[in-house]
């Protein structure tokens, strides 16, 4: 379900709860969220491993008005894993 | 629990640890909100969060009020293990101490703790003046 485009945003519950906790609080859809970070993200893949100075990369995607900033850690063969969401 | 659902609870609240009071005082080193943060941290209070091991932190008493405000630190170190892990330090919408996030690249748990000395400082956000904003907002 999380990594059907390679970009996963957690591997269980409770990471993804973690991952989504705060644009859960603001009512946004999980999905429509996940879909507007796949496509911010679709134009700099593959992020380069290891990160620069070990840091995740920043994007930003405004979701039903709301402008969020993702933090995504990139992986092997091509999986990018996002971990931090934040909103406004 | 009598079933696999998974535990999304914040863990007891318990006191700042040593090591974790470390990785904020690195982290807000030299920043406006090094004055502010660091007198009084050590008697904080924090719960453990439901994020599969990865050791982020909740500070705030009344966590159904929480709301993200803004990330004022950031690092990145590399855990024991050789992964990345990259951890923030945020506050609420009320400039509160929020939560110290730590999101390691694989989402596995965290193996050991990092020393200060291992932690790279990441300058990128906004540099906001003060630590609370006007409540009259």
Redesign the interface.
């Known amino acids: 379900m999380n990594n059907a485009t390679g970009v996963?945003f957690?591997?269980?519950?409770?990471?993804t709860?973690?991952t989504f906790?705060?644009t859960d609080?603001l009512g946004l859809d999980r999905s429509n969220v996940m879909d507007a970070i796949r496509r911010d993200l679709q134009p700099h893949l593959p992020l380069p491993v290891?990160?620069p100075?070990?840091?995740?990369f920043?994007g930003t995607v405004t979701v039903d008005g709301m402008e969020l900033r993702y933090?995504a850690?990139p992986?092997e063969e091509g999986l990018v894993?996002v971990?931090?969401i934040?909103?406004p | 629990m009598s079933d696999a659902?998974?535990?999304?609870k914040l863990g007891p609240l318990r006191p700042l640890r040593k090591e974790e009071k470390a990785l904020i005082a690195k982290l807000v080193a030299g920043t406006p909100f090094e004055g502010e943060i660091l007198p009084g941290i050590s008697a904080a209070h924090v719960r453990d969060?439901?994020?599969?091991g990865?050791g982020?932190i909740q500070f705030r008493k009344h966590p159904e009020k929480?709301?993200?405000g803004k990330?004022i630190a950031?690092g990145?170190?590399?855990d024991a293990d050789d992964v990345?892990?990259?951890v923030?330090l945020?506050l609420d919408d009320d400039g509160e101490l929020l939560d110290l996030?730590v999101?390691?690249?694989?989402?596995s748990p965290l193996v050991r703790y990092p020393d200060p000395d291992d932690i790279?400082v990441?300058r990128?956000h906004g540099e906001p003046k003060t630590l609370r904003r006007n409540h009259s907002e």
């Not at chain 1, 957690?10 to 990471?15: H, L």
């Not at chain 1, 100075?53 to 995740?56: E, L, R």
Request: proline fraction near 12%; charge should be positive; glycine fraction near 6%.
């Open positions: 996963v957690g591997r269980n519950p409770n990471q709860h973690h906790r705060y609080a290891p990160p100075n070990d840091a995740p920043i933090h850690y992986m894993n971990g931090r934040t909103g | 659902s998974p535990d999304l969060m439901p994020d599969g990865m982020s929480q709301r993200f990330t950031e990145a170190f590399r990345p892990v990259s923030t945020n996030d999101f390691k690249a694989d989402f790279t990441i990128r």
